[in-house]
């Protein structure tokens, strides 16, 4: 007599259906999980385990099979604890049966029977609901799963003693009301930056089209104030924005308590991020930052400072409006349809664009002579490049010297060229040659 | 086209439909384009920019100055330096 209970498995933002059978056979007292479980879900025999022990119940001392099908997918998370559980208890008839097979269960267990929150729960809820089944979760993602269907059955409780009271019915569980998140204060507003109007300009430019933009300007100029200021100007997303932006979040675990936001995301990786936490990948083949500024804004500050090969890895997204990580078994596609907006100062000094100086510690020279001041106003003179594609986020400063300041740099300082911008056309960035180290004789 | 496409994520054959610009304005990006050689995708990129610059003005069709307003963020050097010559590498 096989015990099923569905749960589901996550590739990407989709979650498949994932069968959990658990068999109780005479012989050698064994607990087996098969299926190709990852370390996380075979320690999961532990908590099943300690957390039906601290609700009254005792493991057969018989032969427990538990089979994740199907059994070529490897299982990855800590959410078939629940689900393992369950069909446990099924098995040994603590749960009537039928009343499991009408849902679809995913949830971790704590050591004292308590139920723990997961990732995830928002597109389990979709899935399971386009299987025409119920959801069982955590309490804490209660309120996520609730926006899945008006009319969908969930349950979100706390314990394995409170959801087995609830199908005695004794205990009877309440559905979870969905929730939206309280706005977390106010956002950066646009009147604190005094004077730039041309900024501002590009500034509305971008939020109106959803154009990509790079602030290219000495120090102080006011390139992350306005940056920050974006989100304050875009529209709030529309539903089916929503619903993408929010599974995303559910499967990076970020929606606190289970609450949506319609606001649209804003994202600020340092400049030392990785390849794999920028666009995705790792562990669990997280989404990455792309992902997770989807419908919204990814802000690069000190451009040059990030590595040429991650600023090229965003190519792709940027591209197709997604980004797909390739594992070894499979392949995992999340959304990352953003806009980009980048700040920069042009050489080291940050003054290489103010018209009439000569930059001479920079990683870019200075522009020739005459190209017209940015702006008129004498305290900014940065100059604003707004990038009008997805392929080219880069929009250097020429890299020419000026006619009169033909002085080699002082020997032994460093220099370190910019990574090739991606987009631009094929001429040559003309850097002085590196510096070779001297050797010692 | 679902609802939230934008104009920077619209396709290209549908942005030179809808930001087809009138008679002078056609004329100063086909200039435009020959003096800063721009590529498709470049002249493709001006275009989305013109007509942003157009829906925020009110108007219908994108004109010449919409697409000046756009060369113009075209990166300032970049441009200038595409239509300067080159001095030779031994500064």
């Known amino acids: ?28 007292v064994a607990f087996t999980v098969v299926g190709l479980p990852d370390k996380a879900v075979a320690e999961s025999r532990e908590r099943v385990r300690a957390a039906l022990i601290a609700s009254g119940l005792a493991l057969p001392a018989k032969r427990i099979t538990v089979n994740l099908a199907p059994a070529d997918l490897p299982k990855e998370g800590s959410h078939y604890d629940l689900p393992i559980a369950l069909a446990v208890m099924g098995a ?27 990732a995830g729960v928002l597109p389990a809820a979709m899935a399971a609901n386009g299987r025409g089944l119920g959801l069982i979760c955590p309490a804490a993602t209660g309120p996520e799963a609730a926006w899945a269907a008006g009319d969908m059955d969930v349950l979100a409780p706390r314990s394995l003693i409170q959801l087995a009271n609830h199908f005695k019915g004794s205990q009877v569980m309440a559905r979870p009301r969905p929730a939206i998140a309280a706005p977390a204060g106010t956002m950066p507003d646009l009147r604190d930056i005094k004077g730039q109007e041309g900024a501002k300009r590009a500034l509305e430019i971008a939020a109106a089209g959803g154009h990509n933009l790079l602030f290219n300007g000495p120090p102080g100029a006011g390139k992350s104030m306005l940056a920050a200021r974006l989100p304050s100007i875009l529209p709030p997303l529309d539903p089916r924005e929503l619903l993408e932006v929010s599974m995303i979040q559910s499967v990076a675990g970020q929606l606190k308590d289970g609450a949506l936001s319609n606001r649209r995301p804003f994202r600020q990786p340092h400049h030392s991020a990785s390849m794999a936490a920028l666009v995705g990948g790792g562990l669990n083949a997280r989404p990455g930052e792309v992902s997770l500024a ?48 980048a ?76 990574g090739r911008a991606p987009g631009l056309p094929a001429r040559p960035c003309r850097l002085p040659p590196p510096m070779r180290p001297v050797r010692p004789p | 086209m679902p609802a939230s496409t934008t104009n920077a994520t619209c396709p290209a054959s549908l942005i030179e439909e809808a930001a087809a610009p009138d ?15 721009l590529s498709a995708r470049g002249f493709h990129r001006t275009l989305r920019v013109a007509r942003t610059l157009a829906d925020l003005d009110g108007e219908e069709r994108v004109r010449r100055l919409h697409l000046a307003e756009a060369l113009s963020y075209r990166g300032r050097t970049e441009g200038v330096a595409a239509a300067r010559p080159m001095p030779s590498p031994t500064a």
């Open chain 1, 1 to 28: 007599m096989v015990t099923r209970v569905a749960t589901v498995a996550f590739e990407g933002i989709e979650a498949r259906a994932v069968d959990v059978q658990v068999q109780i056979a005479p012989g050698a």
């Open chain 1, 92 to 118: 040994i008839g603590a749960l009537p049966e039928d009343a499991l097979s009408s849902y679809c269960v995913l949830g971790e267990l704590a050591l004292d029977g308590s139920i723990t929150a997961v």
């Open chain 1, 294 to 341: 989807h419908g919204g804004v990814l802000f690069l500050d000190e451009l040059p400072e990030f590595t040429p090969q991650v600023l090229d890895s965003l190519r792709q997204p940027m591209e197709t409006g997604e980004v797909m990580i390739a594992r070894a078994n499979h392949r995992v596609t999340y959304p990352a349809r953003f806009q980009l907006v």
């Open chain 1, 343 to 418: 700040a920069m100062n042009p050489c080291r000094c940050g003054m290489a664009l103010e018209p009439g100086y000569t930059c001479r510690r920079g990683r870019t020279s200075v522009a020739p002579r005459n190209t017209a001041p940015a702006s008129p106003d004498r305290s900014w003179t940065g100059s604003i490049c707004a990038s009008k594609s997805p392929r080219s986020p880069l929009s250097t400063s020429s890299c020419r010297r000026r006619r009169k300041a033909r002085r080699r740099p002082p020997p032994g300082s460093r220099r370190r060229g910019i």
């Open chain 2, 23 to 37: 008679a002078e304005g056609t004329a100063l990006i086909r200039h435009a384009a020959e003096t800063m050689r």
